[in-house]
């Protein structure tokens, strides 16, 4: 469960980045990254409660964009403390050890759709390209990236493969910038 809300801070965070205007601020107080996994059949949802965006987006030159995240492990949030504190040891995140979880674009290109961040996800010291769609909406001087994926939290030694957990992290994020 602990698994599946890392993976969706590092996505939320991700989103964050990709910001419509050349130089814009992120608004921590409200952006989001959250995650469900399943766990025992039953949906665990989770959320990471601080992180950093460094973002600059334009929609016109998107060869000059670039999206950075960090998201604090330590704020992981499944609405039960013994299991946030369980995700917090080696064998999960290793907060000690891997404090944060971070992502940096390559790319970022315009789809059928919206837009896509490409870029390198590290979490425990492990590093994966990652692709993240996003839709971008514009209202009242703020812009909010809003997008979700899926992970494999194997891919990064979140966990062990267990028939109880799955191994798929749906992660939500929605950035917003102003």
């Known amino acids: 469960m602990k698994k599946q809300s890392y993976f969706i801070l590092i996505i939320s965070l991700f989103f964050c980045l990709q910001n419509i205007h050349a130089q814009s601020n992120f608004v921590a107080s409200e952006s989001s990254v959250t995650f469900k996994i399943k766990n025992m059949g039953v ?9 950093e965006v460094q973002a600059k987006f334009d929609k016109s030159d998107l060869s000059n964009s670039s999206l950075k995240a960090s998201l604090k492990v330590e704020t992981i949030d499944t609405g039960i403390k013994a299991r946030d504190k369980h995700l917090k040891n080696e064998d999960y995140f290793e ?16 789809t059928d759709k919206g837009y896509q961040a490409e870029g390198k996800l590290t979490i425990k010291n492990k590093t994966k390209t990652v692709k993240i769609p996003f839709a971008v909406k514009e209202n009242s001087g703020k812009s909010t990236l809003s997008g979700s994926f899926t992970i494999n939290r194997l891919d ?23």
Request: with cysteine; net charge positive.
């Open 156 to 178: 990064y030694d979140v966990g062990e493969s267990s028939w109880i957990m799955s191994n798929n992290v749906a992660i939500k994020i929605n950035c917003v910038l102003k």
């Open 43 to 51: 949906m665990v949802n989770g959320k990471l409660g601080s992180f």
């Open 95 to 110: 907060v000690d050890k891997y404090p944060n979880i971070k992502f940096s674009s390559s790319s970022i290109t315009k």
